[in-house]
């Protein structure tokens, strides 16, 4: 077996378990809400002014817009090669180098907008308010799709690695 072979085999399974990770993680948006729906607590568990909860509301719907776009540019730098990351013996490792830089920026991108889901999850209990629990939920799930792991980087990273 050529080391290109080997490489992109090592490189394949590495994806699928970003996949795995990626996409229980986008699932676990569907056991929130589900649980949130079970629960439905009418005027929310705490006693928090109406007025206070839409305040706390928008403060979260503008971090949750901030946060998008920390994510893009944690993301970007998190997958972007250095000199210093070029490897020239890709079978002194265990893992493929590519695999686990891909599967950082990943991990770190996904967490921050399953945060965003988070945030409706406060407000569901704050006030019971199911349309902000969807909103947010929603525009995590977005954030999610928006920023998935795509194969394509994973080889793109792996080629810069290797030149």
């Not at 891909?102 to 945060?115: C, R």
Request: hydrophobic share 55%; charged share 20%; aromatic share 12%.
């Amino acid at each position: 077996m050529d080391d290109m072979s080997r490489d992109s085999e090592r490189l394949d399974k590495g994806w699928l378990i970003i996949l795995v990770i990626w996409g229980a993680v986008l699932s676990s948006l569907v056991v929130y809400v589900v649980v949130c729906y079970l629960v439905k607590i009418p005027g929310g568990t705490m006693t928090i002014p109406a007025p206070k909860v839409e305040n706390i509301k928008y403060i979260l719907l503008g971090l949750s817009i901030v946060e998008l776009f920390v994510i893009r540019f944690v993301r970007n730098l998190l997958i972007k090669v250095r000199p210093s990351e070029v490897v020239t013996d890709f079978d002194s490792v265990q893992q493929h180098p590519a695999v686990v830089k891909y599967f950082a920026a990943t991990l770190v991108s996904t967490a921050l907008a399953e945060s965003i889901a988070i945030f409706g999850i406060v407000i569901f209990f704050m006030s019971g308010d199911m349309a902000s629990l969807y909103l947010f939920v929603t525009l995590s799930a977005a954030a999610m799709i928006y920023f998935r792991p795509r194969k394509e980087e994973l080889y793109a990273i792996a080629e810069q690695m290797r030149s």
